[in-house]
C-alpha cells in the first residue's frame, strides 16, 4: 500500500529557531498532501493543503509566514516553522492520498513529527 | 465551515464487550471516512463509505452510513486489547480534497 514518510520523527529547538519537516510518498506521486497539527488528546486540524508547483492553502487562523510549506515536487512536500516559540510546539503530521483500495479512499499519513520548543 | 461530530468522548469497556462510536453532521455528507490512531501513532485509514445506508464490515468492525449520510457509526464487536485507540470519523472540507476529522473517540479496553 501507499506510504508516507516524515522526518524527522521528533525534534527539539530553541525558541526562535526555524524547523523543517520534510514528508515524502515513497511509491506513489502526490500532487496534493495536507500538513495537520495534533495538541495532546485532540483532534487532528488541518493547517493548509500543499499543491505541488503552487502556493500552498492554508486554512483560517494559520499564519502562512509562520508555517512556510513547499511542496517542489510531486513526492515531497516541506513545512518549515519559523521562529518557533513553545505555544507551536505540537504533533505535525503530513498527509497525502493514493489511488483506491478496497476500502476506497483514504488519506495515508506519515509517522508524525513531535515538536517541542524550548 | 463544516463540522463532524462524534460522540462519545470516551469508551472504558472490558475486553470482550461491544463498542460504538457515532459521528454526526449538520450537513449532508458525500462520504465519510474513518480512522484510528493507536496511542503515540498516527491516523491509519479503515474505510470508507459512499452510499446511503451502506454497511461494510472489516472483522469485528461494522461501519455504517446514515440513509440521509449525515451520520455514520463504527461498532467494534467483542473488543480487544488491540483495539485501543482513538477513532475519527472524517468529512470533505470546504475545498476540493481537504478532510475535516471529528473530535474521536478514545476506547480503553480493560482485560
Known amino acids: 500500500g501507499a506510504v508516507v514518510s516524515q522526518h524527522p520523527s521528533w525534534v527539539i529547538c530553541k525558541s526562535g529557531t526555524s524547523v523543517k519537516i520534510e514528508c515524502r510518498s515513497l511509491?506513489?506521486?502526490?500532487?496534493?498532501m495536507f500538513w495537520y497539527r495534533q495538541f495532546p488528546k485532540q483532534s487532528l486540524m488541518l493547517m493548509a493543503t500543499?499543491?505541488?508547483?503552487?502556493?500552498?492553502?492554508?486554512e483560517q487562523g494559520v499564519e502562512k509566514d509562520k508555517f512556510l510549506i513547499n511542496h517542489a515536487s510531486l513526492t515531497l512536500s516541506t513545512l518549515t516553522v519559523t521562529s518557533a516559540h513553545p505555544e507551536d510546539s505540537s504533533f505535525y503530521i503530513c498527509?497525502?492520498?493514493?489511488?483506491?483500495?478496497?476500502?476506497?479512499?483514504?488519506?495515508?499519513f506519515g509517522s508524525g513529527t513531535r515538536l517541542t520548543v524550548v | 465551515g463544516q463540522q463532524v461530530m462524534q460522540i462519545p468522548q470516551y469508551q472504558h469497556v472490558q475486553e470482550g464487550e461491544d463498542f460504538t462510536t457515532y459521528c454526526n453532521s449538520s450537513?449532508?455528507?458525500?462520504?465519510i471516512q474513518w480512522y484510528k490512531q493507536r496511542p503515540g501513532g498516527h491516523p491509519v485509514f479503515l474505510i470508507q463509505?459512499?452510499?446511503?445506508?451502506e454497511v461494510k464490515k472489516q472483522k469485528r468492525l461494522t461501519f455504517q452510513f446514515g440513509e440521509a449520510k449525515k451520520n455514520s457509526s463504527l461498532h467494534i464487536t467483542a473488543t480487544q486489547t488491540t483495539d485501543v485507540g482513538t477513532y475519527f470519523c472524517?468529512?470533505?472540507?470546504?475545498?476540493?480534497?481537504?478532510?475535516?476529522f471529528g473530535p474521536g473517540t478514545r476506547l480503553s479496553v480493560l482485560p
Open positions: 472524517a468529512g470533505p472540507g470546504n475545498y476540493g480534497q481537504n478532510f475535516v
Open positions: 450537513t449532508t455528507l458525500s462520504n
Open positions: 500543499s499543491n505541488e508547483g503552487s502556493k500552498a492553502t492554508y
Open positions: 498527509s497525502a492520498r493514493d489511488t483506491p483500495t478496497g476500502a476506497g479512499w483514504g488519506y495515508t
Open positions: 463509505l459512499v452510499k446511503s445506508g
Open positions: 511509491d506513489f506521486q502526490a500532487t496534493t
